[in-house]
């Protein structure tokens, strides 16, 4: 296995790293305001444009979650013998997984439309950063997606990859006489 593997692997089954490295980026974006007084590209527009961002972002998130919903209905009616193996084999952690998508995506709307609601000109409670941890949530969210949803696809693709059995037809040694007693 490689180690690429591996750490995908650990990825995928911890859930919470997505909220600690959000987190991180957050806070070290914080750090380099607080400790160089630059670099706060949300302050450089005004309170007006803010919000028209934090809206635009709430719709793009609320669409790739209904996306997400869209996957989820192909996987699970996907049917090919390799998927229900893994179905059977990995309900508990893939429904986890699902449903870790889902609520990620209501959560990031959430944080996204607190940020529109208490964002101000002066900005004292700096919501702008509750928006920066919602995106980088989003952004580590939407990758855990697109990674579940390739795999699924090709564990689905490998299904219908492998040729169809093909039916032998069965030979009826009595239609010759009954066609030619039709005729």
Partial sequence: ME???TIADRWAEHLWIDYLVAALIVGSHVLVIRTTGSADWL???DSSQRTDLYAAAAGVVSAIGGLSAIAISIYTA???ERLRAVRRNHQIGLRRSWRSLLCGTALVCTLVLSALSLDRDKDPVSAR???EFAMAFAA???SRLIWLFDRMMQISDADS???APVATPV???DWLRRHQNTS
């Fill in 171 to 173: 030979r009826d040694p």
């Fill in 129 to 131: 950063f509750i928006f």
């Fill in 161 to 163: 990859a492998e040729p």
């Fill in 3 to 5: 180690v690429r593997d």
């Fill in 43 to 45: 302050s450089w527009i």
């Fill in 78 to 80: 996907a049917n090919g």
């Fill in 140 to 142: 580590l969210r939407f």
